[in-house]
């Protein structure tokens, strides 16, 4: 047989059932997801008791002095028990160095000619970095370094931020504590071990023992742009309580979904902000049709009477997800912390590998999608470099005790290999594929059309419809939160028919880190600017 032959007659009919499988799979999945989520919302969770588990948020901050005082607000305000949960913000000294170094920065700015926004990203909170290169460029040239260096000092760090809220802060809401973390380097999972090391500290002047309540206590993971929905504490305390119910022992991960529907900042125009788009309807079906739905898998097959043999090889790999992910303390403490470089995978991933109890919160929350290309090319980078080495996630945990087997471990770990693999090669394979579908036979070419129109416009549409909605089943706790994206018709219908793209967006991230890597060219990956 010729490789031309082969690949009529064998490639491309394999890859175009996988092709049709799996977008009857995503579009099933995200339906029975997305209307959980929605029953379950409207009905609500039970309120807690007093002897409900304790529940720390944590809510690590690195320059995001315009963000948390609505964070704080936000968190706060959550119905719980006030005696059995505490919000700790956690600020670090890498702010405060980098800010050192960053003055330096300046005179060279002001001396550079005319000042972009792009150039004050990183200095300045991100809403005013226009307003600020605006009122430099408009100064006379031997006054712009005084107003740029005026300008600069008068912006808080978010330490003092946090601070002032500490002083400022009301009875009546969640115990706020403040930890500022020295410049140890690391990412998040740094502030939050930080935190977590602490706990003594937030938690006993409401009465917690660590000998007695370590067990019952759990840390609640969140971005500082989140926008939590009232319910989410006794969600958690629900959740909780189901699993042990269930199955007989507390779950150590409880997973809440997050929802990016927060259009704080609109697209912008042309072709960045179709593709940005694309990529938030993709992060939309991600969280319903693959975190959301594999959580649920997981929770199944917890009590499901099937063979052990299906249990293995239906089992999935959990993804963390590092806003709305809530963590047993002891579980925690087991794993040696959060994992470098991104704790929530890397959390999910170890605990998948133990066969951890792993339940879903019945609320989800909302955070911003990505409205720039640099943060959503660090993200896919990052996120790929974690999951792509599932076997260093399995070295990490091999001494502590797992439910799983030999065999159940080797093949998460394969699985996860597949799922990289298919991310990196899938999409131009499949492309190749689908052009090559009439030369195998006019069957296969209905099979290709029927694949991509229903993994892509079909849901695309749906997902838009279904956007609203998800986003008016959060009930949030402060009284005006930004609405889901506002996209006009015509871009609605562009969105819709340039759907197929979005598995092609997330490979400019992961293959610009392989080449830099082969190139000997360090990576970085920067923060997100808000």
């Known amino acids: 047989m010729t490789l031309a032959a082969l690949w009529l007659q064998i490639t491309v009919p ?11 799979w995503a579009f099933i999945a995200v339906e029975l997801c997305a209307r959980w989520l929605l029953i379950n919302a409207h009905r609500g969770p039970a309120s807690a008791t007093d002897e409900a588990p304790w529940l720390v948020i ?6 995001e002095q315009a963000t948390a005082p609505e964070a704080v607000a936000a968190f706060t305000a959550l119905d719980y028990p006030l005696g059995r949960a505490a919000l700790v913000v956690i600020t670090t000294e890498r702010e405060e160095n980098a800010r050192r170094r960053d003055r330096a920065r300046l005179p060279a700015l002001t001396t550079a000619g005319h000042l972009a926004e792009s150039d004050l990203r990183g200095l300045f909170p991100r809403a005013r970095c226009s307003e600020i290169a605006d009122a430099v460029n408009a100064a006379p040239e031997d006054k712009r370094l005084v107003i740029l260096t005026e300008l600069y000092d008068a912006v808080p760090t978010t330490r003092q931020t946090v601070a002032t809220l500490v002083e400022q802060q009301r009875a009546g809401g969640l115990r706020l504590v403040h930890l500022h973390q020295p410049d140890t380097g690391g990412r998040k999972a740094g502030q939050l071990n930080h935190a977590a090391d602490r706990l003594g500290k937030v938690l006993s002047p409401l009465g917690w023992d660590d000998e007695t309540d370590a067990d019952n206590t759990y840390l609640c993971v969140y971005d500082a742009d989140a926008i939590p929905d009232v319910r989410t504490l006794n969600a958690f305390s629900e959740a909780a309580t189901h699993h042990q ?5 507390p779950p150590n991960l409880i997973q809440q979904q997050r929802l990016p529907l927060l259009a704080r900042r609109p697209f912008p125009p042309g072709a960045t902000g179709l593709l940005l788009a694309e990529e938030w309807i993709y992060q939309l079906r991600r969280t319903l049709g693959i975190e959301l739905a594999r959580i649920r898998l997981a929770q199944w097959l917890a009590t499901a009477r099937v063979p052990s043999a299906i249990r293995t090889l239906l089992r999935p790999m959990v993804y963390g997800v590092g806003c709305g992910m809530s963590v047993r303390l002891p579980a925690v403490q087991a794993l040696g912390g959060f994992p470098e470089p991104m704790e929530d995978l890397g959390t999910g991933h170890r605990l998948s590998l ?4 792993i339940t879903p919160a019945t609320v989800a929350v909302l955070d911003e999608p990505y409205t720039e290309p ?11 470099r974690t999951s792509a080495r599932p076997d260093r996630h399995a070295k990490a945990v091999s001494h502590l005790p797992s439910v799983l087997s030999r065999t159940s471990k080797i093949l998460l770990v394969l699985r996860e290999w597949a799922d990289e693999i298919a991310w990196l090669t899938g999409a131009p394979l499949i492309t190749a594929a689908i052009v090559s579908a009439w030369w195998a036979s006019p069957i296969w070419s209905a099979i290709a059309l029927a694949g991509v129109l229903l993994h892509g416009p079909t849901l695309t549409a749906r997902l838009l419809r279904l956007a609203p909605a998800l986003h008016a089943a959060v009930l949030p706790t402060v009284s005006r939160i930004a609405p889901p994206p506002s996209l ?9 028919v340039a759907s197929p793209l979005q598995p092609f967006i997330r490979l400019v991230g992961p293959w610009l880190m392989i080449l830099r890597t082969i190139a000997r060219r360090p990576t970085t990956f920067g923060k997100t600017e808000r």
């Not at 640099?374 to 790929?384: D, E, I, Q, V």
């Not at 006009?488 to 819709?496: A, V």
């Open 14 to 24: 394999a890859l175009l059932t996988f092709l049709l499988g799996r977008a009857l």
């Open 58 to 63: 944590l809510l690590p901050m690195l320059r």
């Open 354 to 357: 133990l066969g951890a109890g």
């Open 245 to 249: 119910i269930r199955t007989g022992r």
């Open 488 to 496: 006009t018709h015509r871009r609605r219908i562009t969105l819709t």
């Open 374 to 384: 640099r943060g959503l090319t660090n993200l896919h980078a990052l996120a790929f």
